[in-house]
């Protein structure tokens, strides 16, 4: 069963940093696309960066300059790396995975982590 983890939420001052880690595993044959996603109470949820073929890269608007994705081949797994966070930052932070398997393509997502800027 291929599934995602992620882990390195918490609760963070205004200004402080966060990396977030995510590590897929099961029956993986290849991955196109990497992300993050976020959610926050009362608003959609809304993509925060993404990686394509562990090369191209691109972020919301409102993360650019101040978070950085980043992905380990060898070991399925993408990072967030959050800097300068602000209050506005808090969210659930989800992976989400394009990912070949035996059965197929298909598009799978981690359970969550939260994230809380305040101080």
């Known amino acids: 069963q291929v599934q995602l983890v992620e882990s390195g939420g918490g609760l963070v001052q205004p200004g402080g940093s966060l990396r977030l880690s995510c590590a897929a595993s099961?029956?993986?044959?290849?991955?196109?696309?990497m992300a993050w996603y976020r959610q926050a109470p009362g608003k959609q949820r809304e993509l925060v960066a993404v990686?394509?073929?562990?090369?191209?890269?691109n972020y919301a608007d409102s993360v650019s300059g101040r978070f950085t994705i980043s992905r380990d081949n060898a070991k399925n797994a993408v990072f967030l790396q959050m800097n300068s966070l602000k209050p506005e930052d808090t969210a659930v932070y989800y992976c989400?995975?394009?990912?070949?398997?035996?059965?197929?393509?298909?598009?799978?997502w981690g359970q969550g982590t939260q994230v809380t800027v305040s101080s």
């Open positions: 989400n995975a394009r990912m070949m398997t035996v059965t197929g393509w298909g598009d799978y």
């Open positions: 099961g029956s993986i044959v290849s991955i196109n696309r």
């Open positions: 990686m394509i073929s562990g090369v191209n890269t």
